[in-house]
């Protein structure tokens, strides 16, 4: 079965060469995308969609997100916005109702989660473990993560547990914690900052972990300089989230981990993604991750929602891209990069065609997976342009059309 979606006004392909083409068509058949190109000279296909000359862009890639949770915290919004500064101890309050939850409801709680941002354009996402911290209640937020998402993360160093002793728990998270979640999960991530895991905390966890098999990722200088940058680069992580305040040595460290990648071909060796969070940035009346210096750095920037209970209650990726645009002074396309290709560099998701069946996502190029995202608007601009706005037309994921 193949689909032409024809008369496309602006066709954001953030592919290699970063194309935007105009007066577009694309040919999707099964899960792949087979053609891109001038509408004029667009192969016939077994079904034809008009776009209306409307923005056509790929799905989001949501690189980082925490879904598998229950509870409430607006109070805790509430006295932030009154003036309370976030606090890493709020996690407890969401470890609790997460607990008392049955795994049919919590079930179905991440999987609201995800049909809202699909709904919203987001076609491949993250989501991480760490409102269970301990190895029962880890590792059935890790089965769950895995049947909801595309990609799960193993976060049981999210916060020590009260009354427990930090190394204690710690050696559980590299131990019996660890091989409890490892069928479910990719990744392994920590929560490297004051009032949650000290460096050589973070340190322990990270081995174990890359020992395991498990790629790694960090949440690092979210509330204050620190190591978790720099540990982060030290450990060959996939990506280092938060990033809000950064020593010139934490960008250097950054930068120096791509420069055996080459950008025009995608080749060579991944160096560490800079994941900018700015809805969380907002909610936590943080400084704004400096997105822009990170990119002029050379560094390759993700941005995603980091949707949670505590720091980021929403999953809009077009709420970040105009946020990064309006605020962080990226340009439309730099910041639809980010949230897409950027996304599926974090998640080792950029690669792969027909050949290896791994199907990248985040760009659109012949044998990518069809992950496409059909805008109410003439072009990506209207993301920045029109922010808040419904924007979200029709929605491809893997060749299947959600809305
Ligand atoms: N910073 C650590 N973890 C989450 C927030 C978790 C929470 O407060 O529930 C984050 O990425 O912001
Ligand atoms: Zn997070």
Redesign the pocket.
């Known amino acids: 079965m193949s689909i032409l979606i024809t008369n496309i006004a602006e066709l954001m392909t953030q592919d290699l060469e970063h194309r935007v083409l105009k007066d577009a068509a694309v040919v999707v058949e099964g899960e792949r995308i087979s053609w891109i190109g001038p509408a004029a000279s667009a192969p016939a296909a077994d079904d034809a969609v008009d776009a209306g000359r409307r923005a056509l862009l790929p799905g989001w890639v949501d690189s ?3 879904l598998l949770f229950a509870g409430d915290r607006t109070a805790e919004f509430e006295a932030r916005m009154a003036g309370e500064s976030y606090s890493a101890g709020g996690i407890a309050v969401t470890v609790g109702a997460t607990r008392a939850t049955s795994d049919f409801d919590l079930t179905r709680l991440a999987l609201g989660r995800v049909a809202e941002a699909v709904s919203q354009g987001t076609t491949y996402l993250e989501t ?1 473990t760490g409102y269970g911290l301990d190895v029962e209640q880890e590792a059935r937020s890790a089965r769950i993560a895995s049947t909801a998402a595309d990609q799960a993360t193993y976060l049981g160093a999210h916060l020590v547990p009260a009354g427990q002793d930090a190394d204690a728990y710690t050696d559980l998270v590299c131990g019996p914690m660890l091989s409890a979640v490892r069928p479910y999960v990719q990744w392994a991530d920590v ?1 490297c900052e004051k009032g949650a895991f000290t460096e050589d905390q973070s340190r322990r966890v990270l081995q174990a972990c890359r020992d395991a098999g498990l790629g790694l990722r960090v ?1 690092g200088n979210q509330l204050g300089e620190g190591p978790g940058v720099r540990l982060a680069v030290e450990m060959g992580a996939a990506s280092v ?2 990033v809000n305040y950064l020593a010139g040595a934490d960008i250097d460290a950054l930068a120096g981990t791509w420069t055996g990648w080459d950008p025009a071909t995608g080749s060579g060796t991944r160096g560490t993604v800079a994941t900018c ?1 700015p809805a ?1 940035d907002l909610s936590t009346r943080q400084p704004l991750a400096p997105a822009r210096a990170l990119m002029d750095a050379g560094i390759q920037v993700a941005l995603a929602s ?1 949707c ?1 209970p505590g ?2 209650y929403t999953s809009s990726m077009a709420y970040c891209v105009a946020t990064a645009v309006l605020q962080m002074r990226l340009s439309v396309h730099e910041a639809v990069r980010a949230a897409t290709y950027g996304g599926a560099l974090a998640l080792h998701k950029d690669r792969g065609t027909d050949a290896d069946g791994q199907r990248a996502v985040g760009s659109i190029a012949v044998g990518h997976r069809a992950d496409l995202h059909l805008l109410n608007a003439p072009s990506a601009t209207h993301l920045a342009y029109r922010p808040g706005m419904p924007l979200t037309y029709a929605v491809w994921r893997a060749g299947v059309r959600q809305r």
């Open positions: 980082h997100t925490h991480k929560f949440h989230d938060h969070l969380c980091n949670n720091t980021s």
